[in-house]
């Protein structure tokens, strides 16, 4: 039994214009120790799907079809229900710690709480768990810096205290959603290191959201490639960045400038782009999200529910027209789901 698997998942954006899909029909499984990437352009769903994981999603939102831990529904479960779970089973490192840290409380009382909330701890265990926390991510002076306030930390520290109380209940599954956003190179790489290190530490299962190429390809075994709300391409990160089938994904990869393009580029020359700009939630076409965008737009593209096409037994993709995008890859299909 998967740890955690998503069928069909979908959220509902309710607004004054009307409803619009945010995320159309997500499935995936993952099990104890497994690493999953979420990759895609900024709008294409990666954060609400975290949101809709964490039993996050805003008050506007109606989340549906089937999401479970250990075999166990979450989906419709209430507010009490989730507090048990989140923070203890399912923790979120969130994109910019700023924002997700309490401003006018100090770092180890922010720390401190899941722990006496779902581990039950006294105060003082508590206090002396988030000092040791404090040293593992790597804050210097842990016994001194724990009653100092978030403002009076570095970006990069910050995203060290978020990691340290997304791990305080050693959570089943982490979500790290855009973990280094606004760090530098070098606090990047600790950061992840850090991460993956806990992880494989721990043993807890990783779901790594980004729209860095190289991070995802650097740090998950597994990917699956968003546009739209929809996840257009999926399978191991090794065989997708070889391999990549889907119009989309093969753009996104064209798109990455290379190290030796940069040394070598004339400042004229201009990096292959996807034509178009990513649709507004209310401006998807029924059928395939990236039509019109594709070089190999058909009508039937813009109408019908795209059916999955096979490339091997782990690698799949969404496609009208698979035989044409396959060929033009250099790709042989196995088949259509």
Known sequence: MPLLEARQLRVDLH????TAAAVREMSFTLDRGDTLGLIGESGCGKSITALALMGLAPDNATVSGSLTLDGHELIGLRDRDWRR????RIAMIFQEPMTALNPVHRVGAQIAEPLMLHQHLSAGAARAQA???LERVGIPDPARRVDSFPHQFSGGQRQRIMIAMALACEPDVLIADEPTTALDVTVQKQILALIGELVRERGMALILISHDLGLIAQNV???LVMYGGSVVESGPADQVFARPAHPYTRGLLAARPSLEHRLVAHRSERLPTIPGSVPGLFSLPPGCPFAGRCAFTAPVCHTQPVPQVIVSDTHAFSCHRADV????????AEGIA
């Open 131 to 133: 000092i040791s926390l």
């Open 15 to 18: 607004t004054h214009r009307g």
């Open 325 to 332: 995008v396959l060929h033009a890859a250099g790709l042989i």
């Open 85 to 88: 779970i989140r923070g203890a």
């Open 221 to 223: 075994r597994r990917m």
